[in-house]
């Protein structure tokens, strides 16, 4: 079965760092793009990041950009993120998602539990 | 960015009544080069990830029901649930993934009437 788990969630003060960690299993993870996906409490998807098969090529959201750094280790099956500077609005529980393809397509056929960041004094 | 807007935000159909749920995308996402929409359809239960439902505007994810149906080009989609059944309530989003930044809409909440 594919699934994703995240962890490295936790409560940071504003300004802080944590890195968030996504362990993969049940596919072959260096074949697939793999996203980051927040979603605040209560309130919708909000995309975060992606980075290519190879760990080549990324993206990120503009609210993200030059804070958060998203990277792979495909000799370990696992997907990070990076986060710096932390604000209250960061808060949320971050997902990790595969795309379905080998391509850099977009969308994601699987995702884990997720993991709470909580940024607060 | 684009932009998805869908409508309603929230709606309230009966066991077994059609569910219509709207998403407009601020620009088209449909991709000359390869004729395909770049749209998404994903169910979001309490206290779980979303889930796919349905990819490229209408082709229905593997092991998801048959009453769950997408269509739309262009700008303009919809997902439809047949005859909704207790276990559709839901959240659902849709997503375009037509260029970076990928982006969602803003939710439609769907209950039972």
């Known amino acids: 079965e594919v699934q994703p788990v995240e962890s490295g969630g936790g409560l940071v003060q504003p300004g802080g760092s944590l890195r968030l960690s996504c362990a993969a299993s049940g596919f072959t993870f260096s074949n697939y793009a793999m996203s980051w996906v927040r979603q605040a409490p209560g309130k919708g998807l909000e995309y975060v990041a992606t980075?290519?098969?190879?760990?080549?090529?990324?993206y990120y959201a503009d609210s993200v950009k030059g804070r958060f750094t998203i990277s792979r280790d495909n000799s370990k099956n696992t997907l990070y993120l990076q986060v710096n500077t932390l604000r209250a609005e960061d808060t949320a529980v971050y997902f990790c998602?595969?795309?379905?393809?080998?391509?850099?397509?977009?969308?994601?056929?699987?995702w884990g539990q997720g993991t709470l960041v909580t940024v607060s004094s | 960015d684009i932009v998805m807007t869908q409508s309603p935000d929230s709606l309230a159909v009966s066991l077994g009544e059609r569910a219509t749920i709207n998403c407009k995308s601020s620009?088209?996402?449909?991709?000359?080069?390869?004729?395909?929409?770049?749209l998404a359809w994903y169910q979001q239960k309490p206290g779980q990830p979303p889930k796919l439902l349905v990819y490229?505007?209408?082709i229905r994810e593997s092991g998801v029901p048959d009453r769950f149906s997408g269509s739309g080009s262009g700008t303009d989609f919809t997902l439809t649930i047949s005859s909704l059944q207790a276990e559709d309530v839901a959240v659902y989003y849709c997503q375009h993934y037509r260029s970076t930044p990928i982006t969602f809409g803003q939710g439609t909440r769907l209950e039972i009437k």
């Open positions: 490229w505007a209408s």
């Open positions: 998602a595969k795309d379905p393809t080998t391509a850099t397509t977009g969308y994601f056929d699987s």
């Open positions: 980075i290519s098969a190879s760990g080549g090529d990324t």
């Open positions: 620009q088209s996402v449909l991709y000359s080069s390869n004729n395909k929409n770049h």
